[in-house]
């Protein structure tokens, strides 16, 4: 992104999510302090967001039920995975 050009949808979706560098973020900040646009696009992401976790909250999660064995066995094989690809 040029300074001064608007960002791309990713680009503020990433600077909401704390993904981009300092120095990319920094930019997004710095046009998003000028763009009353951006800022709009920023304040729908960050509310879609919001509102996807209080539907997941009220309506997902409560109707999940636990594996038929509990999460020990899931959480041993997703650790034994883990530890072959060298991730911890």
């Known amino acids: ?16 999510d704390r993904e981009l560098s300092p120095r990319e973020a ?6 998003l ?9 920023v304040s729908k992401i960050e509310k879609a967001i919001a509102d996807f976790i209080d539907f997941d909250s009220a309506v997902l999660t409560p109707h999940l ?7 020990q066995p899931f959480d041993r094989k997703l650790q034994q995975v883990a530890a072959k ?4």
């Open 1 to 16: 992104m040029e300074m001064g050009s608007t960002p791309a949808r990713e680009q503020l979706l990433l600077q909401v």
């Open 26 to 31: 920094a930019r997004i900040e710095a046009h």
């Open 33 to 41: 302090g000028a763009c009353w646009s951006c800022r709009a696009r």
């Open 65 to 71: 039920s636990s594996p038929p064995n509990g999460w």
């Open 85 to 88: 690809s060298g991730r911890r």
